[in-house]
Nanobody, 124 residues
Framework: QVQLVESGGGLVQPGGSLRLSCAAS????????MGWYRQVPGTERELVAT???????NYADFVKGRFTISRDIAKNTVYLQMNSLQPEDTAVYYC??????????????????WGQGTQVTVSS
């Protein structure tokens, strides 16, 4: 199992900024994609942004121009810079990683890991 640990969430006023970090640990051969998703009570988890191993990014429409996803491949870490935050951005933000690893038999397998989530609250 690959572990993902998020950090950087908290309380911020409307118009403010936060930077989320997610560090992957464990035995990893490669991480293909990393991304951020968010979920509020009563709704489905939704994609915020993803970034591939070659640097291609994908953003949900509701964050384009405000959020920026980046990645440090050497550190197996993904970041989400969130600017111009609004109350509707309030949610638990989850880190996701699609990865390849070798099992105990030396066979490469694909896997997906999720972090435990970090709370982002935008409020006055």
């Amino acid at each position: 199992q690959v572990q993902l640990v998020e950090s950087g969430g908290g309380l911020v006023q409307p118009g403010g900024s936060l930077r989320l970090s997610c560090a992957a640990s464990g035995t990893i051969f490669s991480i293909n994609n990393m991304g951020w998703y968010r979920q509020v009570p009563g709704t489905e988890r939704e994609l915020v942004a993803t970034i591939s191993s070659d640097g291609r990014t994908n953003y949900a429409d509701f964050v384009k121009g405000r959020f920026t996803i980046s990645r440090d491949i050497a550190k197996n870490t993904v970041y989400l810079q969130m600017n111009s935050l609004q109350p509707e951005d309030t949610a638990v933000y989850y880190c996701n990683a699609d990865y390849s690893r070798f099992n105990e038999f030396g066979v490469r397998r694909e896997g997906t890991s999720w972090g435990q989530g970090t709370q982002v609250t935008v409020s006055s």
